[in-house]
């Protein structure tokens, strides 16, 4: 059974910094890219930032230069790390892992930018 298991979401000022975490289990880690999504309160699910099994990144323009994804194929995890945070940063973030067409999905951990 494949499992995403986030973490590191909360509560933090604007202009602060948090880092997700997303560890994989129950699936092969080659071939699969993985990336996080988002889905504010009333919109769609977006992309904010993917990293493919070469380690080729792509990241949405509002996150650009804020915003690094890495990836730690031998744990199978990805992390997040999220700089100057802004409140439309507010959002549920997913982990995602697609491997062969094939999506999985976390369950999601709450990110709330707020002073």
């Known amino acids: 059974q494949v499992q995403l298991a986030e973490s590191g979401g909360g509560l933090v000022q604007p202009g602060g910094s948090l880092r997700l975490s997303c560890a994989a289990s129950?699936?092969?880690?080659?071939?699969?890219?993985m990336g996080w999504y988002r889905q504010a309160p009333g919109k769609q699910r977006e992309l904010v930032a993917t990293?493919?099994?070469?380690?080729?990144?792509h990241y949405a323009d509002s996150v650009k230069g804020r915003f690094t994804i890495s990836r730690d194929s031998a744990k199978k995890t990805i992390d997040l790390q999220m700089n100057s945070l802004k409140p439309e940063d507010t959002a549920v973030y997913y982990c995602?892992?697609?491997?062969?067409?094939?999506?999985?999905w976390g369950q999601g951990t709450q990110v709330t930018i707020s002073s």
């Open positions: 990293v493919t099994s070469s380690g080729a990144t």
């Open positions: 129950g699936i092969s880690f080659g071939f699969a890219a």
């Open positions: 995602n892992l697609r491997r062969f067409d094939i999506d999985y």
